[in-house]
């Protein structure tokens, strides 16, 4: 029988599991389908790309071909925008929005944008506070329900939680910025316009909420970690 406050934690995870489910797979049905409406001028996602930059007068930054699917990122210790296959060879308005939005965070880190470098900042510690979250998790959701760790468990469970939903909370501002530079570069530039434009919205609009609901339920838990530690305190 499992205890209220175990209970609570697998409902936490079973919704926001659920709900990160729905929104990937409508992620990638919105890639599916602005894959097939193709950008007027014929330029591919590469393309886009190295236009983007250049408009900004970013010439140390590469565009380079990747792997797999939506793994496309920017990498500012290398500086490169490493584009998946689908949207480095693409010539749909899927492949425009993506590749913008990650010269969009190649702006960022050319500007100084803050929250891009407090979020890389943050990068050595939350690797390192990764490596342990799942195990610490594990030992104090075991320590809540079969009596096991204590106080302490839970309050090391709690910092090191907190690096990693700091770290995701951060993101946030980093990709609406992005996205937000990329829609108003395809604009203005005349990249796409009208219903292309619409389009990319539309698409960064759910690679966003991704994002969205991870930061949620990384604060779920965390909430329910710091009611768990003040519920045994009294």
Not at 111 to 116: D, I, R, T
């Amino acid at each position: 029988m499992l205890s209220g406050g175990y209970g609570i934690y697998i409902i936490i995870t079973l919704v926001f599991a659920g709900i990160g489910g729905l929104v990937s797979n409508r992620l990638k049905s919105k890639f599916r389908h602005y894959s097939q409406v193709p950008m007027t001028n014929r330029m591919s996602g590469a393309e886009v790309a190295e236009r983007m930059l250049a408009h900004y007068g970013i010439r140390d930054v590469k565009v380079v071909a990747g792997e797999g699917m939506l793994t496309d990122h920017y990498n500012p210790s290398t500086k490169t925008v490493s584009l998946s296959p689908d949207v480095y060879e693409g010539r749909s308005v899927a492949a425009a929005a993506v590749a913008s939005h990650e010269c969009g965070h190649a702006v960022q880190h050319a500007e100084g944008y803050a929250w891009l470098q407090f979020r890389s900042k943050m990068v050595p510690v939350v690797q390192v506070a990764s490596k342990f979250q799942s195990i610490l998790l594990m030992l104090a959701v075991g320590g809540i329900a079969g009596g096991f760790g204590g106080q302490t468990l839970l309050l090391i469970t709690i910092a090191v939680f907190g690096v990693t939903t700091l770290f995701s909370l951060l993101t946030l501002p980093v990709e609406f910025d992005a996205s937000n530079r990329a829609l108003a570069w395809l604009e203005s530039s005349g990249t796409a316009r009208g219903e292309l434009h619409n389009g990319a919205k539309d698409a960064l609009w759910w690679a966003a909420m991704t994002y969205v609901v991870a930061a949620l339920s990384a604060l779920a838990i965390l909430f329910w970690l710091i009611l768990r530690y003040m519920g045994r305190r009294d």
